[in-house]
C-alpha cells in the first residue's frame, strides 16, 4: 500500500476509484531503451546459441521438441516472470481510459510464499499467450516496497465502483519462463542495442543479464525501470491533471545527452561515471530542457545543498533549466509543487 497521499490528490473523488476496464496503456512514456530492451522476452530465457540449435535455428515461446529435450537432459527447472507495469491515468480516447507507466518491475509465480519452479515437460503443456488474455494483474500492488494483495484473473474487480487506486494495480504485460541455471559454456544471445560507447555497451549487456536473467531466491518484486519514490509518483499523478507528462528518471551527460536509468544498470558507482554523467533528474521535460528534483530530507544537508547547487549550475550552462521540490513541499502543498514547475515550463 502507498502512503501519505497528498490532500489535494485526495480531495478529487475520482482518486480514490478504480476505473472500468479496459485500460488501453500508452507505451510512449515508457523509453525506447526499456521497450526494446523487454522486447524478446518470451518463451524460455535467456536464449542461447544452444537453445537455437536444438530448435534448428528458428525459437519461438513455446519450447521446440529439440528444446524440450534439450532441458529434460539438463534437469533444468524454471521460474515464470511477469513483466509488470504500474500506471497513472492520461485521459480518455473513445470512452478508454488512457494510462501510461511509472514503473516496470518483474515478479516471479508462487505459492504459499515461495517462488515456484518447474520442468521443461510442464512447460510445454501451459499456454501463456492465453492465460495472458484473461488481462491477469496484481491488486494492491505496491512497486516502492513489492508487496501485494491479489494476483490473477479478478473478473468484476474493476468495475468502475471499487474505491481503490489505480497505481495499486499492477497490469501483467508480458511472462517468460526463467531457466535457473545454466551449463558453464552457454553462449546467451542478445539484442543489439545501441549505446554511446563500447564500454557502456558492455557494461549494460553484464547487468541486463544480471537484472532480467538473475533467478529469485525470494518472493519479491525486481525493479526494472521507473519511480524511485512515492513523492515522485504524487508529482507526476499532479501534473498528469495538468495534461504534463514528464519522462521519469533520466540521467544527464556533460554533452547534454539523456538517457532512462535502470535501477540495478547504473546503481554500478563506476558506470554512473561512465562518460560525463552529470546527474540524474527525477523528471524531465525533454522539449522544454526543464529538470525536476523531488528532494528527499537529507537535501536540506550544507554539504548535500552545495553539490546540488553545482548540478544546478552545471545544467544552466548546459541550457536546461531546474527545479527543485522539497518532499515536504510535495505531502503538504502539491499544488504549490506543480505551480512552479508549470511556471519554469513557461505555462
Known amino acids: 500500500m502507498i502512503e501519505n497521499r497528498p490532500a489535494s490528490l485526495l480531495a478529487d473523488a475520482t482518486y480514490g476509484i478504480l476505473p472500468k476496464l479496459p485500460l488501453a496503456i500508452d507505451w510512449s512514456s515508457v523509453p525506447e531503451l526499456i521497450r526494446v530492451a523487454t522486447l524478446d522476452l518470451g518463451g524460455i530465457q535467456p536464449v542461447t546459441k544452444a537453445m537455437a540449435e536444438a530448435a534448428g535455428g528458428t525459437l519461438h515461446d513455446k519450447p521446440s521438441e529439440g528444446e524440450i529435450e534439450l532441458f529434460r537432459k539438463r534437469g533444468t527447472n524454471f521460474q515464470l516472470v511477469s513483466i509488470v507495469l504500474s500506471c497513472v491515468p492520461a485521459g480518455e480516447v473513445d470512452g478508454i481510459l488512457q494510462v501510461r507507466p511509472f514503473a516496470m518491475t518483474l515478479i516471479p509465480a508462487s505459492k504459499r510464499e515461495k517462488v515456484q519452479e518447474q520442468t521443461i515437460d510442464l512447460i510445454a503443456k501451459l499456454d501463456v499467450s492465453k492465460w495472458l488474455a484473461t488481462e491477469p494483474m496484481y491488486a494492491g500492488y505496491d512497486p516502492f516496497s513489492g508487496g501485494w494483495s491479489l494476483f ?154 552545495a553539490k546540488d547547487a553545482a548540478i544546478t549550475e552545471k545544467l544552466t550552462a548546459m541550457g536546461i533549466r531546474s527545479v527543485r521540490i522539497p518532499s515536504d513541499e510535495i505531502r503538504s502543498d502539491l499544488p504549490k509543487a506543480v505551480a512552479r514547475v508549470k511556471e519554469v515550463l513557461g505555462q
Not at 189 to 217: A, C, G, N, V, W
Not at 255 to 267: Q, R
Open 152 to 305: 490473477g484473473n479478478l473478473p468484476g474487480y474493476m468495475d468502475g465502483e471499487r474505491k481503490g487506486y489505480l497505481d495499486e494495480i499492477g497490469i501483467v504485460v508480458d511472462q517468460f519462463f526463467l531457466a535457473t541455471e545454466l551449463v558453464e559454456d552457454d553462449e546467451v544471445l542478445t539484442m543489439d542495442i545501441k549505446m554511446p560507447s563500447e564500454q557502456m555497451k558492455s557494461r549494460y549487456e553484464r547487468h541486463r543479464r544480471k537484472l532480467f536473467f538473475t533467478p529469485f531466491k525470494k518472493l519479491e518484486a525486481r525493479r526494472v525501470w521507473g519511480t524511485e519514490t512515492p513523492i515522485e509518483l504524487f508529482v507526476i499523478q499532479a501534473l498528469a491533471k495538468e495534461k504534463l507528462f514528464p519522462a521519469c528518471q533520466m540521467l544527464i551527460m556533460s554533452d547534454g545527452a539523456t538517457f532512462p536509468s535502470w535501477y540495478h544498470l547504473w546503481n554500478d558507482v563506476e558506470f554512473r561515471h561512465t562518460d560525463g554523467l552529470v546527474t540524474e533528474a527525477d523528471l524531465f521535460f525533454p522539449d522544454q530542457r526543464v529538470a525536476v528534483f523531488c528532494d528527499g530530507g537529507h537535501h536540506a544537508r550544507a554539504k548535500q545543498k
